[in-house]
C-alpha cells in the first residue's frame, strides 16, 4: 500500500505565496517520476509541474517562474512553492507520483484558494 498526503493549502491574498507538501509512505521502492495537478471547478484537471526520478522537471506555462517544484528524496517528500499567486490559480491541488516502475498514486488533494 501506498499514500500520498497532501499538505499546505489554504486562504492566500493574490500576490501571496503557500507551500504546498506531499508526504509518500509506504510500499515504495522506486521514485519514477511525482508531480503536481490541479482541477478548477468546471475544469479538467491539469498538470501543474512534474520532477522525474533524475531531477528534471518541468511546469505549466500558466505557472513557470512563479512556482517551483522540489524533492526529499529521503523524506519521499514533494513540495510546490507557489509565488505570485494569482485568483485563477483557485483549485484543488492533487500529488501524483509514478512509482515502483509504471505504478500511478494520487493524494486526495489540498484546496489553495486565492482571493482578488
Known amino acids: 500500500q501506498v499514500q500520498l498526503v497532501e499538505s499546505g493549502g489554504g486562504l492566500v491574498q493574490a500576490g501571496g505565496s503557500l507551500r504546498l507538501s506531499c508526504a509518500a509512505s509506504?510500499?515504495?521502492?522506486?521514485?519514477?517520476?511525482m508531480g503536481w495537478y490541479r482541477q478548477a471547478p468546471g475544469k479538467q484537471r491539469e498538470l501543474v509541474a512534474r520532477?522525474?526520478?533524475?531531477?528534471?522537471?518541468n511546469y505549466a506555462d500558466s505557472v513557470k517562474g512563479r512556482f517551483t517544484i522540489s524533492r526529499d528524496n529521503a523524506k519521499n517528500t514533494l513540495y510546490l512553492q507557489m509565488n505570485i499567486l494569482k485568483p485563477e490559480d483557485t483549485a484543488v491541488y492533487y500529488c501524483?507520483?509514478?512509482?515502483?516502475?509504471?505504478?500511478?498514486?494520487w493524494g486526495k488533494g489540498t484546496l489553495v484558494t486565492v482571493s482578488s
Open positions: 501524483n507520483a509514478v512509482l515502483n516502475y509504471g505504478m500511478p498514486y
Open positions: 509506504g510500499s515504495i521502492f522506486r521514485i519514477d517520476a
Open positions: 520532477i522525474f526520478s533524475g531531477g528534471s522537471t
